[in-house]
């Protein structure tokens, strides 16, 4: 859960830096200012359709009162003839599609301008998502090499231990729940040694134990040699002279 909220907090520090940044960008390219940012906070504030409704509200009235000024003009002025006429609408037609032109290249170049920011978010994005993939790897490496040279510690001082003393240590890791740790420690020492261990419990006391121990073996995918007779004979323990500490361990799990 702390790694949790270590990550969650780290990512957002990184997007909140990330926006600093893009806004810094903005304000030092002088594509961003304070009248801007009005404007863009009165486009937001007003919805889509009151917005479609008024400029239609306000398309009626010019066209009405482009209408009312024609119809003005009409009766102020003599009628022209066909061939002013034709020049009229021909000019009129040209001032139109110079300013379809002019509309059509300014909504080109702001097409182009968010293709190009969308492709700096982009970039900027996967470089976060791969910092981030590259710490949390090294995280788990360094906790991964952390609980290897743990074990390995604990492995080599199981090994150490007689058989009596063994018994003990696997006792108390089972008394205290961690039956997998026992099975773990007990699957990387020398499968001789580790009979001799499970030998140990084949008094009245210790037998329970034994069963734990060789199922979750037998759970694992390995029986160790000669373990099941070791646990359920009716013999001695072994000698501590006769326990021969691991030379090289199997390895665990």
């Not at 700096?120 to 994005?125: C, I, K, N, Q, V």
């Amino acid at each position: 859960m702390k790694n949790l909220r270590s990550v969650v907090a780290f990512t957002a520090l990184v997007n909140l830096l990330a926006l600093g940044i893009f806004a810094g960008w903005l304000g030092g390219t002088g594509r961003l200012s304070l009248e801007r940012v009005r404007a863009i906070r009165d486009i937001l504030a007003v919805p889509v359709a009151e917005e479609e409704a008024a400029a239609a509200r306000a398309a009626a009235e010019a066209a009405a009162r482009a209408e009312a000024a024609a119809e003005t003009d009409r009766r102020e002025r003599p009628s022209l003839d066909s061939d002013s006429m034709v020049r009229m609408a021909g000019m009129t037609r040209s001032v139109e599609e110079a300013s379809v032109r002019r509309i059509e290249d300014e909504a080109e170049r702001i097409r182009r301008d968010l293709a190009r920011r969308e492709a700096d978010l982009a970039r900027r994005e996967q470089r976060l998502a791969d910092d981030r993939a590259a710490w949390l790897a090294s995280i788990e490496a360094d906790r991964t090499r952390r609980e290897d040279a743990a074990f390995t510690a604990t492995v080599a001082r199981f090994e150490a231990l007689k058989p009596d003393a063994a018994r003990a240590m696997l006792q108390r890791w089972v008394d205290a729940g961690e039956l997998e740790v026992a099975v773990d420690v007990l699957m990387a020492v020398d499968e001789r040694n580790a009979a001799k261990v499970l030998g140990s419990f084949a008094d009245e006391a210790g037998r329970g134990v034994a069963f734990q121990l060789l199922d979750g073996v037998r759970r694992r995918g390995r029986l160790l040699d000669g373990a099941g007779a070791g646990a359920a004979s009716d013999g001695s323990p072994a000698d501590d002279d006769d326990f021969e500490p691991a030379a090289q361990p199997n390895g665990g799990e």
